[in-house]
């Protein structure tokens, strides 16, 4: 590595280090109470005697890549999102990054809220396409853009988190389904934090809002989501009708020219899908434990984001302040890990609530939070 290269890498950390945004890789042992994984239903600790046909999958889908085993795997997913069919990428970031640039181009116009994760705004810029930011959760700012710009367009995407994943907010997927009618917009819909965690089989929270209206069936036409959150594996999914499937197989560049999984992955999902769909129990007390957790932070007035689901960020002024309670809750066998910008507006530590803690722990973690008088 020449000298030059060296001195331009060093510069370049320096002024991260200085801007308070220096990140190091740690691992952590058990006996730590976790406070930062999005393990929400506790999956991630099972223990499984596997067996597989085979360690690699050999080649893309298109070429040698491609098994039974996966497309049935891909039927499970169809099934249980209650759509047409599915299509299995390897990450989350894949799936967003490679379903986005395909399916708008520079005729076409993107609406994305603010808050939506980087892999959404890299699929958005990849694409080509005019893009829009509104303000997080903001209808009224989102309906202001499309009357001003929608027209000008061959086809409109509006694109969000269902659930954002360092605010912990939800999005109203009736009003975007109202925007959709007036404006003939496209709605994809980011289930991630979601999967598992909503709806009585865990499918997310379009399906949740489902089981209360059913008139919303037709309001999202395409359905991203995880097996790394809740799922506790690896991988993602967009679901939809057979065309779209179609449509990805033959033009999303991330399925492409990407290797198929191992099969132990398709194993592995395949047995932690079944396990999420029937953890009725789990996702019970998992609200309970958000119940909980929320009243006791607003019992100690702690400034907090928060709405319905298991990610709380709790709100501080400065990333020196937040970076050294981090470090006194790892003291104390809490993990919870501070978020810094530009990742958020304000720096935060992120806390996801998860089935598994007793109410022991969340009652040591707001202990810990509560202000010294």
Known sequence: MSENFEKY????????????????LKSYT???????????LGFAKQDYALSVSASGSTGSRLIT????????????????KNTEASLFFGSGYLANLGTISALAGPRDVIFSDEYNHSCILDGIRLSGAKKFFYENLNYQHLYSLLKTHRHKY?????????VFSMQGTCVDVEKLYELKKDFDLFLYLDEAHATGVFAKNGAGLF????????????????QMGTFSKACAVEGAYVAGSYQLIDFLINKARTFIYSTAPAPVVVTLVRKNLQLLINAQDKRKQLHENIKYFEQGLKTIKCDFTHQASPIF????????????????????KLLVKAIRPPTVKRPCLRVCIHASHSKE?????????????
């Open 313 to 332: 960020a709790i709100n501080f002024s400065s990333n020196q302040e937040v970076l050294v309670l981090s470090k006194k809750l790892l003291e104390q």
């Open 207 to 222: 399906a949740q809002e489902l089981e209360k209206k059913p008139d919303l069936k037709n309001a999202i036409d395409i």
């Open 9 to 24: 890498l060093e510069q370049e950390l320096e002024l991260v280090m200085q801007q308070e945004q220096y990140r190091s």
């Open 361 to 373: 722990d969340l009652d040591a973690l707001l202990a810990q939070l509560a202000p010294s008088t």
């Open 30 to 40: 058990s006996d730590f109470v976790d406070f930062s994984s999005n393990d929400y």
């Open 65 to 80: 890549g491609n098994s039974a085993e996966l497309q049935a795997l891909e039927k499970q997913i169809a099934t249980w």
């Open 154 to 162: 061959r086809n409109a995407f509006v694109i969000s988190d269902s």
